[in-house]
């Protein structure tokens, strides 16, 4: 027998990215005007200036308008309905979004540092003027885009905004350091500032991307959320009354703000199921914000010595889920 439980706390379900999608895709949207209409002028600045900065900022501002674009389009694919084959429907196309973008970038810093190392060898002129003003448009229409996404806090809760929010920032400082690249050659007529400080850009781009790109392939590979031990989920379990064991307890992210849980409790009087069944899914979603839980009771025997039937827990469980699963 299998219970399965939908909670709806509000606590739960205020940051779902289900909740409103028409108005977080509004800033994605806006964000996505601003960083192309800059990013066509970045480019000509960039080549008539003959700055490999200015080129690597634009280029980060590329892949800021491809994260935006393929931000809006995994929230629009996620909001369509489930389907008897795709039971989850396609809410983790926001999650594989993220992840074809962190790559993405990460390409992008290595053209980058190639360029850097090529301009060392053979340093090119740089009109540094023309330089410095784009890049502080750059820098304005860089803040205008981060305000835009932060507004409703969706970057805290959503890796699909995050991982656009966090390519807006890093473009932000790329923009920063363009400009300081600007003045110190306008002030020296050191030039290697220019490769110098296009590498730092490079650098920014691969500690966002490595970092969206890890977070997007733990959800992927449904490891558990990095802010709940499943340990304190056990123990607390086996604190209510009627639960003597629990096994099989995993906990994942299906996409970003909705995370599931499913477990076998080992129940003392199974007759008492269902009310030992509401005090569990309550305690999963107001102690560890928990929306959907399944959790399945079974007859605990204190005396058990074999292994159980299929179980993920221990090698002989799943030599039989195999077993079973080699049968069909």
């Known amino acids: 027998m299998d219970d399965h439980n939908g909670n709806d706390h509000d606590a739960t379900h205020s940051h779902s990215p289900l909740a409103d999608r028409s108005a977080k895709r509004k800033p994605l949207a806006i964000a996505l005007a601003i960083t192309t209409t ?16 200015l080129l690597a900022d634009a280029g980060h501002m590329a892949t800021d308008a491809g994260a935006l674009l393929l931000a809006l389009f995994a929230s629009w694919l996620a909001g369509r309905p489930a389907t008897p084959r795709r039971s989850f429907g396609f809410m983790r196309a ?7 973008n962190a790559a993405i970038l990460l390409l992008l810093s290595l053209y980058i540092f190639y360029e850097a190392w090529q301009r060392f060898s053979d340093p090119p002129e740089i009109r540094s003027g023309l330089m410095l003003g784009v890049a502080v448009a750059g820098l304005g229409a860089n803040i205008v885009s981060a305000w835009v996404l932060s ?5 805290q809760h959503d890796l699909n905004t995050r991982g656009a929010f966090l390519h807006v920032i890093g473009d932000l400082l790329g923009s920063v350091a363009t400009i300081v690249a600007a003045v110190i050659i306008m002030a020296t007529g050191w030039t290697e ?4 400080l296009s590498v730092v ?4 781009i691969v500690f966002s991307a490595w970092k969206l790109l890890r977070e997007a392939v733990d959800i992927l590979l449904e490891a558990t959320p990095a802010d709940i031990d499943p340990q304190a989920i056990r123990s607390a379990l086996k604190r209510i009354p009627g639960i003597a064991d629990v096994h099989d307890l995993h906990v ?3 996409t970003s703000g909705i995370v599931a849980a499913s477990a076998h ?15 569990a899914s309550h305690l999963l979603a107001d102690e560890f914000g928990i929306a959907h839980s399944t959790l399945q009771p079974e007859q605990y025997h204190p005396d058990r010595t074999g292994p159980r039937d299929c179980s993920l827990d221990s090698d002989e469980g799943l030599a039989i889920c195999q077993t079973v699963g080699a049968r069909s």
């Open 252 to 254: 994942w992210t299906v």
């Open 151 to 155: 507004r409703g806090g969706g970057h």
């Open 94 to 100: 926001e999650i594989l979004a993220a992840a074809l």
């Open 38 to 53: 800059f990013l066509v002028v970045e480019v000509i600045g960039g080549i008539a200036a003959n700055s490999l900065a």
């Open 201 to 204: 850009i490079g650098g920014l």
């Open 193 to 196: 500032a220019d490769p110098i």
């Open 265 to 279: 409790l080992e129940v003392t009087n199974v007759r008492k199921w269902h009310e030992t069944l509401k005090e």
